[in-house]
């Protein structure tokens, strides 16, 4: 397709000098307006907790009544990894669907004026009065187009229900982990990275943030960076309970730019695609194995922060025993909207709890399991309880129901040596399986991929 014509379609006899083409950011940096701004093949590369501050400039630099052209793939799943991103220094980080493009144009006030094959005019709302009636009627039909092909009306303000009929499901996902920045933790960290990229799916394609406690080896940085990993300097959150670093990932400011968000523990791998089992609507997570915090020492923290016991309605993972709401911190996953609210809460409990080992004695190790717990009885959310898959501990003693399982995610725990690979200890021919997949793949990287040799000159 010829963007010259695409243009004139739109607007005819634009003049040349008037026309801005992007090929990167800091072209933006210009103080002169544009009667037309092509930002072309950029979009897919600009992170999107960076693009707030993209569309103001965008808009900025837009002339009244001028037209914003965006050029970009689109793709079923804003978190896909296509087969041609195996070189992450060309990784898209910012995948649009056709409802993620959509939703940030009503959020921005924009119209979606004009589309052809993978490209796209926008105006500002506020201009459609400095356009003929002929051109007004037919951006605004071609808005409408798009929104009915989600069933969405046409409206002055959008609802989050509106939203999520554009972007269904997890959406945009963000996953994180938090390590210490030591050989153990580094290692645990960017496997769990490699995991994700090579076994994830749908999801393979997902932001992940690595958030390192205090500092960062920096060609640990880069290394982690190769794999389209974010990087992020966290401060320690307890020196007396390490655990509770984990928290760290919910204070990131660009969780606000995603519409899921994952923590996981750097002890866990992703061997298969979990996109299906996230709804995007519920806090959802996996009860812990077994009863690590017993049922008599909740007693004691209930008593003790004056909030009602809640009945014993679940069992565990694995042991099977009757416990409260009692979840694993492994694996956990919240829309953006509910952890916004939610983690305030967590962090009171965990730092009080962090600073009163005496309340749970022994058992203080899950320090961040039972403050978790706390928090959701003082502000419960729409729980949905993961599938054992979704947080499979790897241990030799397995029940019955773990024999029947195919895990997603393995939470190996300390059944790894120090290069990260994986120990053939389970009872589970399927968990083998995909142990043997992952070692493999962990192999071949080890002695062919060429970016190692690269690193060592």
């Given at each position: 397709m010829n963007l010259s014509t695409f243009i004139h379609s739109i607007i005819p006899n634009v003049e040349l000098e008037k026309v801005l083409k992007?090929?990167?950011?800091?072209?933006?940096?210009?103080?002169?307006?544009?009667?037309?701004?092509?930002?072309?093949?950029?979009?897919?590369?600009?992170?999107?907790?960076?693009?707030?501050?993209?569309?103001?400039?965008?808009?900025?630099?837009?002339?009244?009544?001028?037209?914003?052209i965006i050029k970009t793939p689109l793709y079923e799943n804003p978190n896909e990894l296509g087969a041609d991103e195996i070189d992450f220094s060309q990784f898209r980080c910012n995948k649009q669907t056709g409802g993620t493009l959509l939703r940030e144009c009503i959020k921005k006030d924009l119209i979606f004026a004009a589309s052809e094959g993978n490209v796209y005019a926008l105006v500002r709302k506020e201009d459609l009065s400095l356009f003929s009636e002929d051109q007004k009627e037919r951006f605004l039909s071609h808005h409408k187009k798009w929104l009915t092909k989600y069933s969405v009306d046409v409206k002055e303000v959008y609802s989050e229900e509106d939203y999520s009929h554009l972007v269904p499901g997890a959406g945009r996902m963000m996953v994180g982990c938090v390590a210490e920045n030591n050989k153990k933790y580094q290692t645990q960290a960017l496997r769990l990275v490699q995991s994700i990229r090579w076994f994830g799916g749908k999801m393979a394609g997902a932001n992940i943030f690595v958030c390192m406690v205090d500092q960062a080896d920096p060609e640990y940085v880069k290394e982690l960076e190769k794999w389209g990993a974010f990087v992020r300097i966290v401060k320690r959150f307890s020196v007396s309970h390490p655990p509770s670093n984990k928290l760290r990932l919910f204070e990131l400011p660009e969780i606000t730019s995603y519409d899921t968000v994952m923590l996981l523990d750097c002890d866990t791998i992703m061997v298969q695609d979990p996109y299906s089992y996230i709804d995007g609507e519920h806090f959802q997570a996996e009860m812990a194995a077994g009863l690590t915090v017993p049922n008599t020492i909740f007693h004691k923290l209930f008593a003790y922060y004056r909030l009602p016991l809640p009945k014993q309605n679940y069992l565990t993972a694995i042991t099977k025993q009757r416990t409260i709401w009692y979840c694993n911190a492994g694996v956990l996953i919240f829309p953006t909207t509910m952890i916004q609210s939610f983690f305030p809460i967590w962090k009171k409990y965990t730092l009080d709890l962090?600073?009163?080992?005496?309340?749970?004695?022994?058992?203080?190790?899950?320090?961040?399991?039972?403050?978790?717990?706390?928090?959701?009885?003082?502000?419960?959310?729409?729980?949905?309880?993961?599938?054992?898959?979704?947080?499979?501990?790897?241990?030799?003693?397995?029940?019955?129901?773990?024999?029947?399982?195919?895990?997603?995610?393995?939470?190996?725990?300390?059944?790894?040596?120090?290069?990260?690979?994986?120990?053939?200890?389970?009872k589970n021919p399927y968990t083998n399986k995909r142990i043997s997949q992952f070692n493999d793949q962990l192999k071949t990287y080890l002695t062919t991929d060429p970016r190692l040799e690269s690193s060592k000159n």
């Open positions: 992007c090929c990167h950011i800091k072209d933006l940096n210009d103080n002169k307006l544009y009667k037309v701004i092509m930002f072309l093949n950029i979009l897919e590369h600009v992170p999107s907790f960076e693009m707030a501050s993209v569309w103001e400039k965008l808009k900025k630099a837009l002339r009244p009544g001028g037209l914003i962090s600073q009163k080992r005496n309340l749970l004695g022994k058992y203080f190790f899950f320090c961040e399991q039972a403050s978790l717990t706390l928090a959701f009885a003082a502000h419960s959310l729409p729980f949905a309880r993961l599938p054992l898959i979704m947080n499979f501990h790897l241990t030799p003693n397995i029940s019955y129901e773990m024999k029947k399982c195919d895990p997603v995610i393995i939470h190996y725990h300390k059944m790894n040596d120090e290069t990260g690979f994986l120990k053939h200890i389970s």
